[in-house]
């Protein structure tokens, strides 16, 4: 159970908390003494005696795979936080039981409800840069400061590390702007202070069509006040940068008519990106998500945005990212190692020199 | 309470607009001095209180002001706790628990320590707020502190929550123990004063969003609009420039238009824009 999660959807019109399990005893009775919640240590107990129509899970991510099927079993549908699960096998089962199921999936990657970056998808949709060459997704922020820590993020077998708990967003934006790459290379799962995970993540991505994109997450880094996930995409007729907050365009002279933008620069703000939504706690982001599960749940529409599906494809980028970084330098500075003379190439009109 | 508020977001690199803005001021303001500076500057256009969270740079400010009684004789704090960071910082590296036991106050730390811990083995919520709001307000010893803020993050998880019993808690330890008006900062304007009625905590002091096209006001404008006609609460604006997508002329001409506000909270990192917001109060509101 995560308590922002609960606050959320028990702030929600639509949506009656009829049960909540936890694996700390103590949490669950100061909630239950305090707010009259029905609480459980163990979920499937809960699922027993409880009737459902939707299942939320917040845990550490070596729990999602049981939980969920133990729900889609049950004929529930789920929202489960990022990663799905941490092989992209299971998630791809999981998403095959949900799809033969005819159940609503969900899974938590808040920024594709950030407004500044459905305005990126906008603008790519209509081709605004031109051809995308190339993107670099970054996140930074302050989460593991010194060496010792004792919570399941610290620990890889937990699904912690900063590959799976940070690098997960950066990477879900990829895929939902370029799609599953064709491979990745150069990856380093380097450590700042962990001790038993990593705590950055630099990677090469390959997509097709000559799309190459770069990752480069830190999330030992006091120097941001809090999280801060970028993308800067660049593309034959102009460039893209947002976070959060904003969206910077540049937009060259070869660039479509885009309504809206006009050649040269262009900043967009939040405060015209976002809408209201019923209950505010960490971001508009976060409540818009939840409210968006809750309507497909309601109008059972199954193919979307974040569905199981799509986020098995993020997964199988972190399982890429894993094993490419077992493999270190691909160009080693030996002796067997020798330049060849650069050859200069013939332009179309030019002789060589 | 005076009509205008200092607030502090700017000094803490806080900018709902753009991270490059935010990331240049936490700079210039890494020095204490060019705090003070600006604090100054709105202290002398008569701008003599400061809502502030518990930050802990805020706590050397308090030691500047409580060393100068005379330079800063109606120098007023509104504090607001917790300093949601530090809490949430702790309780990623060692868990809820563990986070209480952090920040449990230095001062009389056997007894801090009997009273939380029994608290904590009674499962008592009472002993735990009581607890963690006199450790955030022992910076403030011997200052002016009339009006103690819960900020949004935590007033609105405890509203989602339904943990109603948290805020007769919070107000009745800020009145007995401080002689202090509690204060609830929300995004969620409406609902919380739905909640606040229920509990029978009566004309409360009220801070959100407020402006002109609605940014970030839970539960839309026209609710907000409803509940300023219709409730009796003391309402606080903040957010009134919608960090700057407003021009400061219409937002200052429009929030001075709504009903029953009693005051607006503004942060400003410059002498000129500090007296040009206080020149529009006094042009568009001239009750002050």
Known sequence: MGLSHLAMINAHPDVKVDAV?????????????????????????????????????????????????????????????????????????????????????????????VGAFREVKALLETGAIGRVTHILAEAYGPVVLKSKGSTWRSQRTEGGGCLYDYAAHPVDLLSWYVGAPVGVGGTILGSVFSENTEDEVFSTLYYPDNVSAQLSVNWSDESYRKMTTQITISGTAGRIRADRQEVQVFLRDSAPKVEGYEKGWNVKYTTELTENVWFYLRGEEYSAQLDHFVKRVENHELDDINSFASASTTDRVLELLTIDAESGPATRDDESVVAERPTAKRGLFGRRS | MDRLLFGDNQFFGVNHMSEEKARAQAMRFQDLDAVMAVLDNAYDAGITT?????????????????????RYADFTFFPGMPYAHKYADAVTESGMLGAVRKFLPEEGIMNAMLRGGASLARKDIEGLITLLVDAEMTMFRDLKTPVIWLQNVVVDLLLGLGFDDAFTIFANHVKKRYNAEPGYITMNLPMLLGTLDRLGIENPIICSNINKIGFRMSGGIEGYREVLES??????????????????????????????????VFGASSKANIVSTKQLMDEFDPRQ
């Not at chain 1, 929202?79 to 938590?108: D, I, R, Y």
């Open chain 1, 21 to 113: 399990v936890d694996s700390t005893g103590y949490i669950l009775d100061v909630l239950s003494k305090y707010t009259g919640l029905r609480t459980f240590t163990d979920y499937e107990t809960m699922l027993e005696k409880v009737e459902l129509d939707a299942l939320l899970i917040a845990t550490p991510t070596r729990f999602h795979g049981p939980m969920v099927k133990a729900a889609l079993d049950k004929g529930l549908n789920v929202f489960c936080e990022k990663p799905l699960t941490l092989t992209s096998k299971e998630s791809k089962e999981l998403a095959a039981l949900a799809e033969s199921k005819g159940l609503v999936t969900q899974v938590g990657y808040h920024n594709r409800f």
């Open chain 2, 50 to 70: 400061f809502m502030c969270t518990t930050h802990e740079r805020i706590e050397k400010v308090a030691d500047r002001v409580r060393s100068n009684p005379e």
């Open chain 2, 231 to 264: 409730h009796r609460f003391r309402a606080v604006a903040m957010s009134v420039f919608a960090s700057g997508a407003i021009p400061a002329r219409e937002a200052i001409e429009w929030i001075s238009e709504q009903p029953n506000i009693e005051a607006i």
